[in-house]
């Protein structure tokens, strides 16, 4: 299980968290109709500018527009966050070892530098 974790892990550090992904991207606000009528907008704003159009239902959100690159990325990160969490679960002297470090690994991996 230790190889499955640090194989989820490097998996994490190497699609890596770069500043382009941390930086806040411009998101959009739409009624449903109205995103209806512009649908080839809504869907040019997530393929092509990588910004999510958020659809709204009397004022609620109720789903978001995003290019299927960030939809694959998400998936796969949330795949391997459940593998380390596996893994902790059955390994508590990982979990230990990385106590106290959480702040430095995410400044880590969110800071381009992988």
């Known amino acids: 299980m230790y190889i499955i974790a640090v194989g989820a892990l490097m998996y994490i550090t190497s699609v890596g968290y770069t500043a382009v992904m941390t930086a806040p991207k411009k ?3 739409e009624r ?3 995103a209806r009528n512009a649908l080839a907008d809504v869907i040019n704003k997530a393929r092509y500018l990588q910004e ?3 659809l709204t239902n009397r004022g609620k959100r109720v789903a978001v527009v ?3 690159d960030f939809y694959d990325q998400s998936r796969q990160r949330a795949a391997a966050i459940a593998e380390l969490r596996e893994v902790f679960r059955e390994r508590p002297d990982i979990a230990e ?3 106290g470090h959480a702040d430095d690994l995410y400044e880590h991996l969110t800071s381009g530098a992988i």
Do not use: K
């Open 27 to 29: 998101e959009h606000e």
């Open 97 to 99: 070892a990385l106590e």
């Open 52 to 54: 999510p159009t958020f």
């Open 32 to 34: 449903i109709a109205d």
């Open 66 to 68: 995003v290019s299927t």
